[in-house]
């Protein structure tokens, strides 16, 4: 009985290999070592039964539900992760673009100001953006986005698809997003134009944003805006930054000066936002999406589905070291 009971167990692990590993077909199996095909399913059960094979099936969408109470819980937020376990790599950032353009034109009503970002992230989102029926709506951008640099921001190209989507007419920040002195930077400001898309930007009851990094390859740390001493000191220092201000992981600004010379919304107005939505995608934007949480200037996350994992581990292994 025992020999019997070993030569099954062998021809049963023999039978699953072919068919889970080498994916054949029961048939192919079934010729291949002179049986029966029912004899080759009989097999396969007696593997599972025995043990020899374990099926697990995981429900994204589960992982999805569990990841969304866990990082609401922990940060007080709103929070939407896109299911993202089966988008291939590169069209990760358009699948999570697509949701938060539907998520966006789901809370829209007529005579929102909407502030905006730039960047490959705002400008997936606004790519996807759909024409909407709301009336009275304006769009307005939250930071300058004028480079000395050949790189694309899609500052323009962006507030333009939010114009278009929302029958608006776009409010341009026509300026560099950081001076290289406060003198001049405040004296752009005191001009009555630049007052007023300021004080729209501070107005403006949505803000839909990205976070950036501080890696070589940062979009800001592109467009020659900075000197080499100045990158080194951020990337010593920060995390990351919002509207092109650089956070430490507490979300605190990391450069004051450097700060004073920044144009656009201070991070302080995004928490008065009615809706104050971070977007982000990648597993690189997740330090700069936590200390953005940690300075409580979102009030709602769209986050890719790996990303989001990585964020809870990275907030769970924090606050066990707390």
């Not at 699953?16 to 004899?39: D, E, H, M, V």
């Not at 009336?135 to 962006?158: F, I, M, N, P, W």
């Not at 008065?272 to 996350?301: E, F, M, Q, W």
Request: aromatic share 8%; with cysteine; charged share 20%.
């Amino acid at each position: 009985m025992a020999e019997t009971t070993d030569q099954r167990l062998t021809q049963s692990l023999a039978v699953a290999k072919l068919y889970y590993q080498a994916n054949q077909s029961q048939s192919q199996i079934a010729q291949q070592l002179g049986i029966s095909r029912p004899t080759v399913s009989r097999l396969l059960q007696y593997a599972r039964q025995q043990g020899l094979v374990q099926i697990r099936i995981v429900d994204p969408m589960q992982s999805v539900q569990t990841l969304e109470q866990a990082l609401a819980a922990a940060y007080q937020v709103e929070v939407h992760v896109v299911p993202t376990q089966l988008t291939p790599v590169g069209d990760l950032l358009n699948t999570v673009g697509q949701f938060a353009a539907r998520y966006l034109e789901s809370i829209v009503t007529e005579h929102d100001i909407i502030g905006i970002g730039w960047g490959k992230t705002l400008y997936a989102v606004a790519n996807h953006l759909e024409p909407d029926t709301v009336t009275g709506v304006e769009v307005v951008q939250l930071k300058g986005g004028v480079s000395y640099s050949t790189e694309h921001t899609y500052a323009y190209e962006s507030i333009d698809a939010f114009a278009n989507a929302f029958h608006a007419v776009p409010q341009y920040l026509p300026l560099p997003v950081i001076f290289d002195h406060q003198k001049t930077k405040e004296l752009v400001e005191a001009e009555r134009h630049i007052q007023y898309l300021l004080a729209l930007g501070c107005k403006a009851n949505i803000a839909i944003y990205s976070v950036g990094t501080v890696r070589e390859t940062a979009r800001v740390f592109q467009l020659e805006y900075l000197h080499d001493p100045e990158k080194r000191y951020l990337q010593q220092h920060a995390v990351g930054d919002i509207f092109s201000r650089y956070i430490d992981e507490h979300g605190a600004i990391v450069d004051p000066e450097l700060n004073q010379r920044t144009i656009g919304i201070a991070l302080d107005q995004l928490r008065a936002k009615d809706h104050s939505i971070l977007v982000a995608a990648g597993d690189a934007k997740v330090p700069a999406v936590r200390a953005a949480l940690n300075g409580g200037y979102p009030n709602c996350l769209i986050i890719d589905q790996h990303a989001a994992t990585e964020l809870l581990h990275l907030t769970t292994a924090t606050q066990e070291t707390e």
